[in-house]
T-cell receptor, first 114, second 115 residues
Framework: DTGVSQNPRHKITKRGQNVTFRCDPI?????LYWYRQTLGQGPEFLTY????????KSRLLSDRFSAERPKGSFSTLEIQRTEQGDSAMYLC????????????FGSGTQLSVL | KQEVTQIPAALSVPEGENLVLNCSFT??????LQWFRQDPGKGLTSLLL?????REQTSGRLNASLDKSSGRSTLYIAASQPGDSATYLC??????????????FGTGTQLKVEL
């Protein structure tokens, strides 16, 4: 068990470009979450998967954002036509399945849009 | 809509001091409450999780309490050390219609423990 892994750790892109982040959850965890954190703020929920099904999306997740978890294992978060306001830390978390369980977070992907 | 507030926003204490961080939330219908630690530029490390039916949890020098009816939690750190310096985040767990464990976070307390 190596914990939740996120790649890349840092991404610098120009406004208008597309970016994709990857999250590998803890292997036996069937629940996966994406959060976004801006400087000085707590993380905000973006979306949630149970296995391969995306069960909830926040209103923060505009049409430019899409997330997938094709085989119920790793997940990707894509942002199209990036804007400077997308600059943030994107955090992935996983849990085993009970609603009262701890979430285990990855180290995040820091996105900077120039 | 759930709102979580943490006080103080920042705290600086000398090594060895006992300290209390505060968290309040507006909607008492929660599954649980978690305290996390975050080091600069890093992800979150879960410290303690208190189920809604529990009053407190302890781990080493850390003790977290929960008063769900009043919407409050405290994190007590005993005999603080420089290595405790970090941002401490409180998060409450709400309900998804599809199951899951949706966390609403506070903005954190930035702690600095000085030698």
């Amino acid at each position: 068990d190596t914990g939740v892994s996120q790649n890349p750790r840092h991404k610098i892109t120009k406004r208008g470009q597309n970016v994709t982040f990857r999250c590998d959850p803890i292997s036996e965890h069937n629940r996966l979450y994406w959060y976004r954190q801006t400087l000085g703020q707590g993380p905000e929920f973006l979306t949630y998967f149970q296995n391969e099904a995306q069960l909830e999306k926040s209103r923060l997740l505009s049409d430019r954002f899409s997330a997938e978890r094709p085989k119920g294992s790793f997940s990707t978060l894509e942002i199209q036509r990036t804007e400077q306001g997308d600059s943030a830390m994107y955090l992935c978390a996983s849990s085993q399945g009970a609603s009262n369980e701890k979430l285990f977070f990855g180290s995040g992907t820091q996105l900077s849009v120039l | 809509k759930q709102e979580v507030t943490q006080i103080p926003a920042a705290l600086s204490v000398p090594e060895g001091e006992n300290l209390v961080l505060n968290c309040s939330f507006t909607d008492s219908a929660i599954y649980n409450l978690q305290w996390f630690r975050q080091d600069p530029g890093k992800g979150l490390t879960s410290l303690l999780l208190i189920q809604s039916s529990q009053r407190e949890q302890t781990s080493g020098r850390l003790n977290a309490s929960l008063d769900k009816s009043s919407g409050r939690s405290t994190l007590y750190i005993a005999a603080s050390q420089p290595g405790d310096s970090a941002t401490y985040l409180c998060a409450v767990s709400g309900f998804f219609t599809g199951g899951g464990n949706k966390l609403t976070f506070g903005t954190g307390t930035q702690l600095k423990v000085e030698l």
